[in-house]
């Protein structure tokens, strides 16, 4: 029994990261590592494929030293129920995490790491810094295979609720219910210095403030300093 329940967990392990043909039982014909990367590293919030470099030896013995003990995710069928993505979709986000995160976790600090590839001209750490903290849903300081998938399900495939719901979960950097104007120009100053300095057209100092100004002119219908996720949602939707 307990050969046939390690065969069992082998089996699901190589189905989840479409290292075998379920149809043929022989290894399936492999990407390459920089592909599969590249695709995975695609989907994350405003990152673009084209400036992925890669990562280093010691990035990678530094993701193993995450956990003494390789976490597991769920079954591929209980993945595929419970976001929107394919059985195929989610073996390639699968092997570019492993890729990625070997132990498979990701504390903020290799998110950060990873992130920061995507924006050499800027410092990303704020930014990627409030992203992570989005998808630690579990708030334990790390992000599993699970976490990530579902919070980009929401972001990729989710209902216009779903999606803005995230969003304000993003904004909402103290989790109280509503958005205020400091939390609002800590976000845009961290989009501000990821996109760095030397963008075109070059970006004045007070634009982030007059984006917030902005911004609540339009969401904060009752005038009281604050964005609850009814005027966000009801704003948001107007604009589209």
Not at 21 to 36: E, F, M, R, V
Not at 84 to 89: D, G, L, W, Y
């Amino acid at each position: 029994m307990k050969a046939k329940n390690r065969d069992q967990s082998l089996s699901d392990s190589r189905e989840l990261d479409g290292s075998y043909d379920q149809l043929t039982g022989n290894p399936s014909t492999s990407q390459s590592k920089k592909t599969i990367k590249q695709r995975f590293l695609k989907l994350l919030p405003c990152c673009k494929p084209s400036a992925a470099p890669s990562i280093s030896q010691n990035s990678v013995e530094d993701d193993f030293e995450l956990s003494t003990v390789c976490h597991r995710p769920e079954s591929m069928d209980k993945l595929q129920e419970q976001t929107k993505f394919t059985k195929k979709e989610l073996q390639v986000l699968y092997r570019g995490f492993k890729n990625e995160c070997p132990s498979g976790v990701v504390n903020e600090e290799n998110f950060k790491n990873i992130y920061s590839q995507f924006f050499p001209q800027g410092d990303s750490s704020m930014y990627a810094h409030f992203l992570f903290e989005a998808f630690d849903t579990n708030k334990n300081g790390s992000v599993s295979f699970e976490d990530f998938v579902f919070g980009l399900s929401i972001i990729l495939r989710g209902t216009i609720n779903d999606r803005l719901n995230w969003a304000f979960n993003l904004y909402d950097l103290n989790k109280d219910g509503c958005i205020t104007k400091e939390e609002m120009l800590d976000i845009m100053q961290s989009i501000y210095d990821m996109m760095g300095k030397y963008t075109y057209p070059t970006m004045q100092d007070d634009a982030p403030r007059e984006h917030v100004e902005s911004f609540f002119q339009k969401m904060d219908r009752n005038k009281d300093g604050v964005v609850t996720i009814e005027e966000f949602i009801e704003s948001c939707k107007k604009v589209q």
